[in-house]
């Protein structure tokens, strides 16, 4: 079982920078693929980034490529979600989660997510 909690979100002006973190219990951090979801008001939660156990594979959604940034430490046990020239878009509470190794094909989908943190709280202002 891995226990995950996000810090790192706030409120930043458009065009600014945030990392989030994600800490993870457990000592089998490393054979979990892990993902970085958001939720903004009125909207579906949709994957931003997700990265494989081995940090080999990643997956970004369209709107976030060549600005964000998903790593992973798993000597730390942590997940990072750098993001660059943020938009008033980004906005929203972001999630991290966490799955068993699995298919690349399905690294993207938050059903395959078995464990999630409570979420950080990320606005970008005009």
């Known amino acids: 079982q891995v226990h995950v909690v996000e810090s790192g979100g706030r409120s930043v002006q458009a065009g600014g920078s945030l990392r989030l973190s994600c800490a993870a219990s457990g000592r089998t951090f490393s054979i979990y693929d892990m993902g970085w979801f958001r939720q903004a008001p009125g909207k579906e939660r949709e994957v931003v980034a997700a990265?494989?156990?081995?940090?080999?594979?990643?997956h970004y959604v369209d709107s976030v490529k060549g600005r964000f940034t998903i790593s992973r430490d798993n000597a730390k046990n942590t997940v990072y979600l750098q993001m660059n020239s943020l938009k008033p878009e980004d906005t929203g509470v972001y999630y991290c989660?966490?799955?068993?190794?699995?298919?690349?094909?399905?690294?993207?989908?938050?059903?395959?997510?078995?464990?999630w943190g409570q979420g950080t709280q990320v606005t970008v202002s005009s």
């Open positions: 989660a966490a799955r068993p190794l699995g298919a690349l094909t399905t690294i993207a989908e938050s059903a395959e997510y078995r464990y």
């Open positions: 990265i494989s156990w081995s940090a080999g594979n990643t």
